[in-house]
């Protein structure tokens, strides 16, 4: 990857860019700073930084909702954090229009890191970005990441979601009728023992599950049958995906699926492999314990 036709096509240097650019936009700043942090603070300054994200979160939602000066803004949190079990914060609330940053790091791992079960709860949340976090399973497992149906425009770009846990985390992200939802540049660690990325039933239009390395114990990427997208497509694009049943499980059948390259250990048959249908797929290859299968099969453009 490099430049074609004026264009950066390197993802990291896409997603820096990303942050350099919303880092631009007008609004507030908050600071996290669990360990040298104090929620007593104001949290607008590495010096006055708060201890936990959901203080700030609720700082900058107020501060959206303020005024007219806040409605269109959109503002960043920088979240430092190495907390242990613990110490955990659980999320239970999102920033609207907001962008959270994860810096610093945690111990080996390049970036922080929160540890917990998030579940997210009502609330009409919209628009809250998350940029280079990372999430880990507690020791009993569990899914890291819940997402209801208030939520949309939610996106994760450049993070990483750790189940190996003592207990293998069951999901990473369990996303449900969570429109404008993306997906972009995350790793995803450990055998998750019922599917790496969940999308539940109802609207997901705008959908975007792109560029992601994707292992799991279980099934990669799980569809329900009754999501929608209407009014426009979603994508399940140019992921890498380690499983060991299958592959993407759309049963939906709504979805884009293209450009997929993924390994599973399961015996080759169609029905274990991967589920989804050749007309909304393309270019997917994909191996298995037959060898390795391009999906759907090439044919010639008819005549």
């Not at 114990?217 to 329900?224: E, F, K, T």
């Not at 080759?268 to 270019?283: K, P, Q, S, Y």
Request: charged share 15%.
């Amino acid at each position: 990857m490099g430049i074609q036709n004026g264009y950066n096509t390197n993802p990291d240097s896409m997603y820096l860019e990303q942050i350099s650019a919303s880092a631009e936009t007008i609004g507030s700043v908050y600071y996290v700073d669990v360990n040298a942090g104090s929620d007593s603070n104001d949290g607008k300054s590495w010096q006055t930084a708060n201890k936990t994200l959901a203080v700030a979160i609720a700082a900058s939602n107020t501060d959206i909702a303020a005024g007219s000066t806040g409605w269109a803004s959109r503002n960043k949190i920088y979240y430092k954090g190495d907390n242990n079990e613990a110490a955990a914060e659980t999320l239970i609330t999102l920033p609207n229009k907001c962008d959270v940053i994860g810096v610093g790091s945690y111990d080996h791992r390049p970036t922080s890191f929160m540890i917990g079960n998030h579940v997210i709860g009502a609330g009409a949340y919209m628009g809250c970005h998350f940029y280079n976090m990372g999430f880990i399973s507690p020791a009993a497992g569990g899914v890291i990441m819940t997402v209801p149906t208030t939520t949309s425009g939610l996106s994760f770009i450049n993070c990483e979601f750790d189940g190996r846990s003592s207990t293998a985390a069951t999901i990473g992200i369990l996303a449900t009728a969570v429109e404008q939802l993306t997906i972009k540049g995350c790793r995803f660690i450990g055998k998750f023992s019922t599917a790496t990325i969940q999308l539940g039933a109802g609207s997901t239009r705008a959908l975007l599950i792109e560029d992601n390395t994707i292992d799991s114990g279980a099934i990669g990427i799980d569809v329900s049958a009754t999501l929608t997208t209407a009014d426009c497509m979603g994508f399940i694009k140019n992921n890498t995906i380690n499983a060991v049943t299958i592959v993407i499980n759309d049963a939906s059948g709504k979805l884009m699926i293209a450009g997929n390259r993924a390994k599973t250990s399961a015996d080759g048959v169609l029905a274990t492999t991967l589920v989804f249908g050749t007309a909304m797929a393309c270019d997917n290859i994909i191996t298995h314990s037959a060898g390795t299968s391009v999906y759907p099969v090439l044919v010639a453009i008819p005549t």
